[in-house]
């Protein structure tokens, strides 16, 4: 396995063991049908209950609601290991614990995390996360979706979400509304939604041509009606699902390296085995430089991937932090696999192998999650101290 820099030697033997076990489960259970799966568009839901017991499920949190309790460097490695098999794999796991889990152990009352996360880590309940509209992506604060409090103190939910990962599997959905029908952005609340409600309608998105093996939706919400104690209590404005966001980033940005990882090592092991002009490609100097640059942005990701989880861990780390993470990792990944399927020549355009894959699943990874040139514009805030989005 690729560690040029010796990064094991930073990792705890805790750490190494989670990355081992779940690497074991992905070799085993995950590349082996993971490529056809791809070609005929279908997320392997066979493999949930085994996800959740090893733990993958809100891994980051508390053991007191079932959860493993690791930390957040161990959580980046269970992501870089199912990435390691495919991007869609990873998307499934992350909307579950960072985007469905996260949210209701971070805004949720009590009730709500007894009732739900002990369920959603065994992977009983599968979530989803509705923020995006269809006239609404970069700019969620738009959002036309409305919640409205009845005299009697539950709620109608109408309108719809767009490119919803596990819309059509979950059984529960975490919907960003807005709740007094101004644009102020503070009236921006979450609501745990169950997908068999009267008026819930999720429908698959087809023709991608990228996450194929992801279950994507459009949600659609016609008067949807809400127990009071549907809403998250303690959610309020954008800041919210964005709080979500940086949770479901930072995997990313470790989930990119796996992809990388995989593509690269591909790539090496095809460079020593086929011979064109009667020696291994690999022999050429060409290669081996497409080889070096590779090794070389991969180690970069993996040093600032593995300091962000340390950061993270003692608490001090920043959602600007994240967004470099996140926009420089996926970009490298996104290159270093168009780079892995140019070096396997036409075989690279098979489903057998990976890079062609991973490559296309990069640019829904490259889009989603706050665009690359959304987080340029976080981070030129950053650095300027100006706003260009406004
Ligand atoms: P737009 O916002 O229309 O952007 C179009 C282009 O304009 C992009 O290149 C963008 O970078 C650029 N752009 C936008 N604003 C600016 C600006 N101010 N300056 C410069 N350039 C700008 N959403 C969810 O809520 N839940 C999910 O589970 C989920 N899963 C997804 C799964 C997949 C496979 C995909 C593809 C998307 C998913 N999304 C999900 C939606 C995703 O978050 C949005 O696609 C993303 O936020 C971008 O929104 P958009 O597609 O509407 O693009």
């Not at 971070?106 to 996360?117: I, M, R, V």
């Not at 600032?304 to 608490?315: E, M, P, T």
């Not at 989603?368 to 514009?377: A, I, K, Q, R």
Request: net charge negative; hydrophobic share 40%.
């Amino acid at each position: 396995m690729l560690d040029f820099y010796n990064i094991d030697s930073q990792l705890s033997e805790d750490e190494r063991a989670v990355r081992a076990s779940v690497r074991q489960f992905v070799d085993e259970r995950v590349r082996p049908i993971i490529g056809q799966c791809y070609v005929d568009g279908r997320f392997p839901r066979e493999i949930i209950p085994e996800m959740a017991e090893l733990g993958v499920f809100g891994a980051n949190l508390p053991e007191e609601y079932g959860c493993a309790g690791l930390n957040n460097v161990s959580y980046g490695l269970i992501n870089q290991e199912l990435e390691r098999g495919d991007s869609g794999v990873r998307s499934f796991a992350s909307v579950q614990s960072s985007l469905a889990m996260y949210p209701i152990y971070a805004f949720g009352s009590e009730e709500q995390k007894q009732k739900y996360l002990p369920r959603m880590a065994k992977g009983e309940v599968i979530g989803c996360f509705g923020l995006t509209e269809p006239d609404y992506g970069s700019n969620p604060s738009g959002m036309i979706t409305m919640a409205k409090q009845q005299a009697d103190g539950t709620w109608l939910l109408n309108g719809a979400k767009m490119w919803i990962t596990n819309g059509s599997t979950a059984n529960i959905a975490v919907v960003w509304a807005k709740t007094n029908g101004d644009k102020e952005d503070k009236s921006i609340r979450g609501f745990v939604v169950h997908t068999d409600s009267k008026g819930f309608k999720a429908k698959d998105q087809k023709g991608k041509l990228s996450l194929r093996a992801s279950d994507t939706s459009e949600l659609v919400f016609q008067d949807v009606e809400l127990a009071a104690d549907a809403i998250l209590p303690k959610s309020g404005g954008l800041k919210s699902p964005l709080m979500c966001l940086t949770q479901a980033r930072y995997g990313i940005s470790w989930g990119a390296i796996g992809a990388a990882m995989a593509c690269f090592e591909e790539a090496l092991e095809y460079s020593k085995n086929r011979v064109m002009f009667d020696r291994p490609i690999g022999g050429f100097q060409i290669q081996q430089e497409r080889l070096a640059n590779m090794l070389t942005e991969i180690v970069k990701a993996q040093l600032v991937s593995l300091h962000l989880g340390r950061l993270k861990d003692a608490g001090t780390y920043t959602p600007q932090q994240v967004s470099l993470a996140k926009r420089n990792n996926v970009s490298m990944a996104t290159d270093i696999a168009r780079e892995a399927r140019r070096l396997l020549g036409a075989n690279g355009i098979l489903a057998e192998y990976a890079s062609m894959r991973h490559m296309e699943n990069l640019e829904s990874v490259y889009t989603y999650e706050g665009t690359h040139d959304v987080h340029s514009l976080i981070l030129g805030q950053a650095v300027t101290g100006l706003n260009a989005f406004k």
